[in-house]
């Protein structure tokens, strides 16, 4: 990578009168291969590198990308950068300011045995080959007669600089696989995916991945538990019951209902028009908005997590955010503009997934906080309840507030007991509700991959989601 | 060089690296975009990028791969890349050969000068959508408007030779009031002359208006009024689900229904691979052949799926002039006029819902398209043929199927779509479903 390129961008976007300016290289190399029903769809090489150039003249932020590293293409985008910002005045009521953070120089890599480098499409569709020979038969007397599986591989590497001197090199491999599955028994038909809920096993790091993460054992246990739901015809109670989400459930909850919403560019109103606002207002830290046993964190650094950086596309170190707390409001998701607004400091927040995107507040890794309860402890004394272990539709609202997960994996509990089978559960409840209606957690967090939209154009940011078990008391849960 | 050289280069290069098939497809856009919140820019961007598809195919193995390093030397090594990794992939036993020319790519006008200029008038345009806004009643308007322009060429070894040129403008205005309630508004157009950014800030923030004080809905099944955006929605994942690669692979609730009713008889819905009035597309898909009008569903019966050339030999069909080499997809969806105006369409209703947007739909099983989406911005409780009052925290909890069979009445007037919920361009109208449920959340 072409650190002059950079050094000359930065310093001719402030001769041109720029009060800030930052310009970052970001190469991305992708690889991916497709098993339909055992047979190979085409495999997929992407090779993506460019320059991603931001700059604030007059308050007026502009942002400039190309994949034409040529000085002279590079000169020119800059300057059409700092004359858009000149020229936006006329509907700039609201000057763009960045907090003041301390000078990053660093180099940093995310951790890899076996380099995703050396990993080759016959060790990707050869995972997919061994899957196949697992699930293909079907189990418990269901038949799969559709299977889709995919798996990836991503080599992110980015050098950034910005006129406040700071100077950051990365490099972070990933390491992906996702399926859809049709299971089918006496006429009826189920589509589900493994992991459920649409998303993904994936970590950051090398080949290692596929043992650190268990693939194979993962599938198969899935495979075992999911084949069963399309026997089930057993309706969810009506009456208010106790719940325990697995998982899976709590880890999506902590994201979109905790996360989101305490990301402050929404807050702000920034992202109103495509992914939306924010229940929460600029003087909410220090609302009560749960339980005691209300705890969800967002942790970039956790190592071979797939949300994992050491900093972010602004130069700002990363680090953990507590954002409930026993309930409470405790920190929004930052970067340098929203800092400066609410006059904090940046916590680290701010990425970019392409060279042509401009760095915007993100999630990494998202998750309820663990508690002390082994299962069985969670449920003991619940008479009548439902268990949902894993989810397929959901979604929730703009503001973040009414939301809804629908069971995949679903039992009922009796007697503090794991009972037969439930169909389709509904936890459709607004985000006060159910944060109030948490009142333990299990001790073992568990993670699965996601890739988180938001921006416009689009960014699809990969992260984890993740969270124990997790009790919540007195809920209705509804049928499809 | 020129997009058609660096294809030809790309080409000749796959080719004397031993692929028997190539496809290879050279695009060159200029996005300019501003967005804009609480009546305020946030940011102008601008994104140029020159990117080289490359399909090949060596004894029955396939390689796709997509660079954005299309210098001649870029090219060569990508193209070795992607051979040196059809060495160590299995064949396809669904190998097919790609279609063989020569093909002539319809002639369009998708495009205007104006739009890929630099000099656009985006600030005044955004100016125009936040003034119209805050005139109507709003008191924030945000938004984003983005103008663009796609330069497009083909070469493949089937003799496929072809350029293509589109522009879009697409504007997406949110307005909101003090109250917290709030309107969107769109106007997408290929066109400069097309295109009202006030109608759409206007429209924005009159919704915002009405919406305020709205009640709270309770659970149920009632009639449900789909505005084109919402409409446009569910069109665009019957269009999806109407690939044949997502048949193939058992994720749609179209498979084992061609020539069997799927809806009313009031409902067809067709794509186009260009079509005026359409937000761009492109005359020949990615394997080169020809796009043309496909019937997907014609008077309520599901006429076939889209395909490509792998796809349609696995079904005994021809390409559709879809492809996606691995997956065909829709270009242009349309959904035919019917014969009600939207007045007309309120009227029929005795209790029902009307709304004008939403977002967040997902599926708990595709092959029975059950799903939830969650309806934002103004919606409103219709009384008698009368918009009654706006109403609040509802979510539409329903099946496509049901939903198709269930259309009461398809509004003559319709909008062109595409906005950050809406990805293929759609043409729709505004509908009236019978008996859809509603749900709300545990409070």
């Known amino acids: 990578m072409d650190e002059d390129l950079l050094t000359s961008t930065v310093d001719l976007a402030q001769k041109l009168g720029a009060e800030y300016a930052e310009a970052r290289l970001h190469k991305i190399k992708t690889t991916g291969c497709l098993l339909r029903n055992g047979v190979p769809e085409p495999a997929t090489i992407g090779d993506a590198y460019g320059i991603g150039i931001r700059v604030i003249c007059s308050g007026s932020l502009a942002f400039s990308a190309t994949n034409d590293l040529s000085r002279e293409n590079v000169k020119v985008i800059l300057e059409k950068a700092v004359k858009r910002a000149k020229a936006s005045s006329s509907l700039l009521e609201h000057r763009i300011l960045f907090s003041e953070e301390k000078t990053i120089s660093a180099d940093w890599r995310a951790k890899e045995k076996k380099s995703i480098e050396n990993v080759g499409f016959e060790d990707l569709f050869g995972m997919l080959k061994n899957i196949e020979y697992q699930i293909k038969d079907g189990r418990a007397g269901v038949a799969f007669p559709n299977r889709l599986l995919a798996s990836t591989t991503l080599l992110e590497e980015k050098m950034y600089m910005n006129s406040d001197g700071a100077r950051i090199r990365s490099r972070v491999p990933r390491l992906g696989f996702y399926s859809y599955i049709t ?86 109103g920034r992202e109103a028009a495509q992914a939306g606002e924010s229940y929460l207002k600029s003087d909410d830290i220090g609302l009560k908005i749960g339980s005691e046993e209300a705890y969800v964190s967002d942790d970039p650094t956790i190592p071979h997590s797939n949300g994992f950086y050491l900093y972010d596309d602004e130069g700002v170190p990363a680090r953990k955010r507590r954002l409930i707390e026993a309930g409470v409001i405790r920190e929004f998701l930052h970067n340098k503009s929203t800092a400066y607004e609410f006059g904090v400091s940046s916590n680290g927040a701010s990425r970019s997934t392409s060279y042509d995107r401009e760095p915007i507040i993100r999630m990494a890794n998202t998750f309820v906080e663990p508690g002390d309860y082994s299962l069985e402890e969670l449920l003991e004394d619940i008479r009548l309840g439902v268990y949902i272990k894993s ?47 948490v009142d333990a957690r299990g001790k073992e967090v568990e993670f699965v991959a996601a890739t988180c939209g938001k921006g416009d154009p689009m960014q699809g940011a990969p992260v984890w989601t993740g969270g124990p078990d997790m009790r919540l008391r007195a809920i209705r849960v509804g049928a499809r | ?91 396809s036993p669904e190998y097919t050969p790609l279609p063989k020319g020569e093909f002539s790519y319809p002639l369009h006008g998708i495009y205007d000068k104006k739009l890929a200029e630099d000099g656009v008038k985006l600030i005044e345009f955004a100016k125009e959508a936040v003034d119209a806004g805050l005139e109507a009643g709003a008191t924030r308007v945000s938004g984003s408007l983005m103008a663009s322009e796609e330069e497009i060429a083909i070469l493949t070894s089937g003799d496929a030779r072809g350029k293509d040129k589109t522009t879009k403008i697409l504007l997406n205005v949110r307005a909101f009031t003090d109250e917290g309630t709030s309107g969107h508004g769109l106007s997408c157009a290929a066109r400069l002359t097309d295109f009202n950014p006030s109608e759409a800030g206007r429209v924005a923030g009159d919704y915002a208006k009405v919406s305020i004080n709205p009640h709270p809905w309770e659970e149920g099944i009632c009639d449900l009024v789909t505005m084109p955006t919402v409409t446009a929605d569910v069109v665009q994942h019957i269009g999806s689900f109407s690939s044949a690669f997502t048949v193939d692979a058992g994720l749609s609730f179209l498979i084992d229904k061609v020539d069997q009713k799927v809806g009313v008889d009031e409902f067809t819905l067709r794509d186009y691979g260009v079509v005026e009035g359409g937000l761009g597309g492109r005359g020949f898909d990615d394997e080169g052949v020809p796009t043309r009008e496909n ?40 959904v035919d006029p019917g014969t009600m105006s939207v007045d007309d369409i309120i009227k029929e209703v005795k209790r029902g819902i009307l709304v004008t947007n939403n977002w967040y739909t997902r599926f708990q099983n595709m092959r029975t398209g059950e799903y939830s989406t969650i309806p934002r911005d103004a919606a409103f409780l219709i009384e008698n043929g ?23 009445g398809i509004s003559k007037e319709r909008r062109w779509i595409e906005w950050w919920e809406v990805s293929i361009p759609t043409l729709a109208p505004t509908m009236l479903i019978k008996d859809v449920t509603i749900t709300k959340a545990l409070r």
């Open chain 2, 295 to 334: 019937i997907i569903i014609e008077k309520g019966v599901l006429k076939g799926y889209l395909h490509n050339s792998t796809t349609a030999r696995k079904f005994g069909k021809s390409s559709t002039g879809n492809a996606g080499i691995i997956e065909p997809n829709p270009w242009n969806l349309v």
């Open chain 1, 391 to 437: 989810f397929m539709e959901w979604n929730i609202d703009d503001k973040r507030f009414n939301q809804r997960y629908v069971g995949l994996e679903a039992y009922m509990i009796e007697k503090g007991e794991i009972k037969g089978m439930v169909r389709n559960p509904i936890l459709e409840i607004t985000t006060p509700k159910l944060w109030s209606s």
């Open chain 2, 1 to 91: 060089m020129e997009i058609i050289e660096l294809t030809d280069l790309a080409l000749r290069e796959a080719l004397k690296l031993g692929a028997t098939d190539v496809s290879a497809i050279c695009a060159k856009n200029n996005e300019n975009q501003i967005r804009f919140s609480n009546n305020s820019i946030t940011v102008t961007k601008n994104i140029k990028s020159l990117e080289l598809f490359l399909y090949v195919a060596k004894d029955r193995k396939r390689m796709i791969g997509v660079t954005s390093n299309p210098s001649a030397e870029g090219i060569k090594r990508f193209a070795s890349d992607l051979i040196k990794a059809c060495k160590v992939i299995s064949p």
């Open chain 1, 183 to 268: 299971t089918s028994y006496q006429g009826k038909t189920v589509t589900i995916t493994i992991p459920s809920g649409y998303s993904q096993l994936g970590e950051s790091g090398g080949w290692e991945v596929v043992d650190r993460l268990k693939i194979y054992e993962y599938v198969q246990k899935k495979a075992e538990n999911l084949a069963l739901v399309v026997k089930n015809d057993q309706r969810p109670p009506k009456e208010t019951v106790d719940v325990v989400l697995g998982p899976d459930v709590s880890g999506i909850i902590a994201h979109e209902s905790a996360g989101h919403p305490g990301e402050a560019d929404r807050i702000l």
């Open chain 2, 386 to 408: 009368k918009i009654k009052h706006p109403v609040v925290g509802l979510r539409i909890s329903d099946s496509i199927p049901r939903q198709l069979a269930s259309i009461l």
